[in-house]
């Protein structure tokens, strides 16, 4: 996690608030892996009032047995060690690679405190990080009959030269993923405002995505092409409608 710390911009794209943004995206991305694969269907994204973020979804659970080759919880594997997505314990859970392809590992890294809880197998689990090194051991705290996870991070000072995050970066970025992931249902709170924001992001495809960019347009062609199909593992799905203005 040094290499991460020492030199954030290859992993995040930059320290600025594009990198910042970038935490929050990464762990989007990874419920996202979940629905993808028919395990989830609500994100829940909390912007707190001490600018911290949490994100949970109703998936499966990050594993917490143990690793097989590293003696250790794969949750822990998973929260340090650079590109360690894939199978744990015969799980078949996947952690997203995300934009750069690095892993909830490195929001971990350059958090000053993440908190992660997971439910999962009738029980409750809770670690804590600092700046990507377990604070505490992995903990149970409870039973419980769902399953998921949650992540509350810290981004770290000592790495970012912005810490307030844009809630309309956020947005821009969670409505596209509802128009391209149908039947996902995205959350997002704002807890800074005196009154809460709070907003839902839910569609029907890229028919619906195509109408949000066309809503103030003239268009050309009514309805919009559309097709969808599948063959082998590959799904398509293509939604077109011209309008007249010159610009995308």
Aim: charged share 25%.
């Amino acid at each position: 996690m040094e290499a991460v710390r020492k030199r954030p911009g290859m992993y995040i794209g930059s320290t600025g608030s594009k990198g910042l943004h970038h935490l929050v995206f990464e762990i989007v991305d990874n419920s996202i892996d979940e629905f993808v694969v028919g395990q989830c269907d609500t994100i829940n994204v909390i912007i707190h009032q001490d600018n911290s973020v949490t994100v949970s979804d109703n998936g499966r659970g990050i594993p917490v047995d143990m690793h097989p080759m590293a003696n250790r919880p794969a949750i822990e594997v998973i929260m340090t060690t650079l590109h360690s997505g894939g199978k744990f314990g015969g799980s078949g859970y996947t952690i997203s690679g995300g934009l750069h392809g690095v892993g909830l590992s490195v929001v971990s890294a350059l958090s000053s405190q993440l908190q992660i809880t997971v439910k999962r197998d009738g029980h409750i689990y809770r670690q804590d990080y600092e700046r990507g090194k377990p604070a505490t051991e992995l903990q149970m705290q409870g039973d419980t009959n769902e399953t998921g996870t949650a992540i509350r991070f810290f981004p770290d000072p000592e790495i970012f030269e912005e810490l307030i995050f844009d809630r309309e970066i956020i947005i821009q970025r969670l409505r596209e993923l509802a128009f391209l992931n149908k039947g996902l249902l995205i959350k997002l709170a704002d807890e800074r405002e005196e009154e809460l924001y709070q907003s839902t992001y839910e569609s029907n495809g890229l028919m619906d995505f195509v109408a949000y960019i066309n809503q103030n347009k003239d268009t050309v062609n009514q309805p919009p092409i559309y097709f969808n199909d599948k063959k082998d593992d590959v799904i398509i799905e293509v939604a077109i409608q011209y309008n007249s203005g010159y610009s995308e």
